[in-house]
């Protein structure tokens, strides 16, 4: 798929970026405590950018599965600070909430993007906020809090549905006063959604991107990496599932396959490898360029990986 140009006030290097993951939350699934309090997280997130994260994301709430809310005050405690820290550093800064209030003070503190987990669902102030500030806006698909979620992973069928549901999402927030052109999509790997639905949504990041006939074609934003999904897929002959940490090399490779299918952003715990896969997609999509259509085309190895996946064993690899 094309891809075409970013939200104004973000980098534009004329690839995927990378967003690089800071979680300021003693509970993430991935790296829950690693980073909590002002002065690791900032240190974590200026690494972040020295190793070539465009956008170094935010949060202080965790949105693993199962997981409580914990209150406003709290998540402005934990990430004010470090947007801060890393805004006076000239480090572009997205901030990982659903509510207003957070996203209002975070924008106050330097953040440029607002990544909503929750597209605007879980607190109907967001869109308004957004439109009003002028800035960037992740809509991602949602269908309910951390403890409920994955009781509503239950699709005919996902790609369909998704888009549907987002291009509803879309047209509240345009009709709040959105501008378009500053909206990201975000599929919500992860979110409701089993193996096999993440996969079928990655190998179709082109139909995302037009919300199966939208008039605008929308930026897409993955955020793959160490999702369960890709652990399960990588579990032992005993069915132990890979650690967070030990599916970061998976994470790579979706994230190849991603950039070279067109993603505009790769949300990523571990920047360099993926910064380096992005380089190699690009060096890809040249190629397919230069080659014209006698070539396997543009999306050619997300498509080869769909061709070649194997929907039993997404199946038994669980969400």
């Not at 950018?49 to 998540?75: F, K, N």
């Not at 987002?166 to 345009?174: A, E, F, K, N, S």
């Not at 067109?262 to 990523?268: D, I, K």
């Not at 997300?302 to 064993?313: I, S, Y």
Request: a negative charge.
């Amino acid at each position: 798929m094309r891809r075409g140009p970013g939200p104004r006030g973000l980098p534009d290097p004329g690839r995927c970026l990378v967003m690089g993951v800071v979680n300021v939350t003693p509970d993430s699934f991935s790296d829950g405590g690693e980073w909590f309090g002002a002065e690791a997280a900032i240190g974590r997130g200026r690494k972040l950018a020295a190793q070539g994260a465009d956008i170094v994301d935010v949060g202080g709430e965790s949105t693993r599965p199962g997981a409580q809310r914990i209150t406003a005050d709290e998540e402005l405690r934990r990430v004010i600070p470090v947007i801060t820290g890393l805004a006076r550093e000239n480090i572009p800064v997205s901030v990982d909430t659903m509510r207003a209030e957070v996203a209002a003070a975070a924008l106050d503190a330097g953040a440029r993007l607002v990544n909503d987990v929750s597209g605007g669902l879980a607190d109907p102030d967001m869109p308004r906020l957004v439109a009003q500030a002028a800035v960037p806006y992740v809509v991602m698909h949602w269908r309910g809090h951390s403890h409920q979620m994955q009781e509503r992973a239950v699709y005919a069928d996902v790609v369909r549905e998704v888009c549907e549901e987002l291009r509803r999402r879309i047209d509240v927030v345009i009709a709040e006063g959105v501008d378009p052109s500053m909206i990201v999509v975000d599929p919500g790997l992860g979110f409701a959604k089993l193996a096999e639905h993440n996969w079928a949504l990655l190998v179709n990041l082109d139909r995302l991107s037009r919300l199966d006939g939208a008039d605008h074609v929308f930026p897409v934003l993955v955020g793959a990496s160490r999702k369960r999904f890709l652990g399960r897929l990588l579990a032992a002959p005993d069915g132990t599932p890979r650690s967070f940490a030990g599916s970061d090399d998976a994470t790579v490779a979706v994230t190849a396959l991603a950039a070279a299918a067109g993603a505009w952003c790769a949300r990523v715990h571990q920047v360099p490898a993926n910064s380096d896969a992005v380089g190699v997609a690009e060096a890809w999509r040249a190629a397919a360029r230069e080659a014209g259509p006698a070539a396997a085309g543009e999306a050619g190895p997300a498509a080869a990986a769909a061709g070649e996946a194997r929907p039993g064993a997404a199946r038994e690899a669980g969400s």
